[in-house]
């Protein structure tokens, strides 16, 4: 017999039903009687006989008294091989302009409860190929890391990078799953373009739910993803890279939803299933002893405020931060990452080795020097400064210099193919240059190269010219 309801109020995305037998079940799909492509998500109870819903369409052909019927069944997205290379959204309808998905394999985008027994807890580090992220910011295989940064500091091109470099050196071992929520149309398009150009994109499936849909499609995205890199995990027994772009906005799409549902607001204004939302989507993301999750995720940083709450609701899930910063971007230094207000938890001699992590603590004690001496030399010039205050001060910029790092999926260029650089040769390069020697060349000659080799090589090419000339 058919569960039928009614409509109550359209707020909105929000639709307030009434049921008139027993009560549906949370994440249980309404139609409407004469139209099935409307549909209604239940999502929480409105009253002792009522039920708010998220409109999963538009919500022109809906009105008050209309009658729905509960098809006792939740969002699912189909699955299985079809999905790499492919881009879907949280229907599991193709946007990319190819064929349809057999939907006899499907997957509900919500998780079962049961207990789970089998968590692993990372311990080996994941190379990125990015230096400034692999030394100051390691990555633990299994881990989760956070990109944050403001509006145009390079958040995604980084990301972009990242799914580019692994997915190029792990493409065996691991499959890829990107969730874009609330970003540009653009944005999308041009990270599929690039993971094509780079043939990268037959291990990696992508969902989306654009800045243009509406919250309650936004805020799905999310548990799509989530969805996709669990089945891998669980059905497929693959290693998983899971990518979120960008995570405030599955908290701002929450926002919105909150806000039609008249919830009182926590901190912030946001709605007060803030925390619980992000638990929702972060504790599926666990690793097992057979196979890993490992999570790279943005977070825009409205207003430059990392103290905005729904920034802070994404930091209890993270074992790596990395910070973007507005000014190290107006600099001219890519990745603009600032390195003193980031860190990881993979931060520890047993983990990293005693190697890399003396080198790192010396380079972190050299770059909190250098931010005095920069106010200093910026007032008064830096020849003023102390022969050994002028000696910290370019070290530091040399290191900060070396850091930056030309990205394949940037240039535009098909004949680049790589930009990975191993983590050993970047901790033998800051090595050298703090014992100093590479202070005699000027700190702009370290911008974009590779490793030191590169600049070893340059110097050697114009001395041979010089000496012909």
């Not at 799909?29 to 109870?45: F, G, I, K, Q």
């Not at 243009?212 to 936004?218: K, Q, T």
């Not at 999310?222 to 996709?228: E, I, N, R, V, Y």
């Not at 772009?245 to 204004?269: K, V």
Request: hydrophobic residues 40%.
């Amino acid at each position: 017999m058919k569960q039928k309801g009614t409509i109550l109020s359209i707020k909105g995305q929000i639709v307030e039903v009434a049921f008139l037998d027993e009560p549906p079940q949370r994440h249980d799909l309404y139609v409407m009687e004469n139209d099935t492509s409307a549909v209604l998500e239940v999502y929480t109870s409105a009253s002792a006989t009522s039920v708010y819903c998220l409109a999963l369409m538009p919500t022109e052909h809906l009105y008050k008294g209309a009658t729905v019927i509960n098809t006792k069944q939740t969002l699912a997205i189909p699955i299985g091989q079809q999905v790499l290379g492919r881009a879907m959204n949280v229907f599991g309808e193709p946007i990319d302009g190819k064929e349809a998905f057999n939907f006899d394999e499907h997957f509900s985008i919500f998780a079962d409860q049961t207990a789970v027994t089998d968590v692993a807890v990372p311990k080996e580090i994941l190379e990125t190929g990015i230096k400034i992220v692999d030394f100051f910011t390691p990555l633990l295989r299994g881990g989760k890391i956070g990109l944050f940064g403001g509006a145009g500091v390079g958040k995604t091109v980084l990301l972009t990078e990242i799914i580019h470099n692994i997915g190029s050196r792990e493409k065996g071992s691991h499959v890829s799953v990107f969730s874009g929520i609330g970003e540009r149309s653009r944005e999308g398009q041009e990270l599929l373009e690039s993971l094509e150009q780079t043939g990268v994109l037959p291990s990696v499936t992508l969902v989306y739910g654009e800045m243009s849909r509406n919250p309650a499609i936004r805020f799905r995205t999310g548990f799509a993803g989530t969805a996709l890199a669990e089945y891998f995990r669980d059905k497929e027994k693959k290693n998983v890279l899971f990518f979120v772009d960008n995570m405030y906005r599955f908290a701002q799409a929450g926002y919105e939803l909150g806000t039609l549902m008249s919830q009182i607001p926590s901190e912030g204004g946001y709605p007060p299933t803030l925390a619980s939302d992000m638990a929702d989507m972060h504790e599926r993301l666990y690793s097992t002893s057979e196979n890993v999750v490992t999570t790279f995720e943005t977070v825009y940083v409205p207003a430059d405020d990392i103290t905005d709450p729904g920034v802070q609701a994404v930091l209890p899930y993270l074992d790596a931060r990395v910070v973007l910063s507005r000014w190290i971007y107006q600099e001219g230094r890519f990745p603009a990452i600032d390195t003193l207000s980031s860190n990881s938890s993979a931060l520890n001699p047993a983990l990293i080795g005693e190697r890399h992590y003396k080198t790192y603590l010396a380079t972190q004690r050299l770059l909190k020097e250098s931010v005095n001496l920069e106010r200093i030399a910026s007032l008064i010039g830096e020849s003023e400064l102390s022969q050994e205050n002028q000696t910290v001060f370019k070290r530091a910029q040399i290191i900060k210099n070396y850091m930056t790092q030309r990205f394949v999926t940037a240039s535009g260029k098909k004949e680049d193919t790589s930009s990975y650089v191993p983590l050993a040769n970047t901790i033998e390069d800051v090595e050298a240059i703090l014992a100093g020697k590479y202070d005699h060349i000027p700190p702009e000659a370290f911008r974009n190269i590779q490793t030191l080799a590169d600049l070893d090589h340059l110097q050697k090419h114009e001395s041979d010219e010089t000496k012909h000339a």
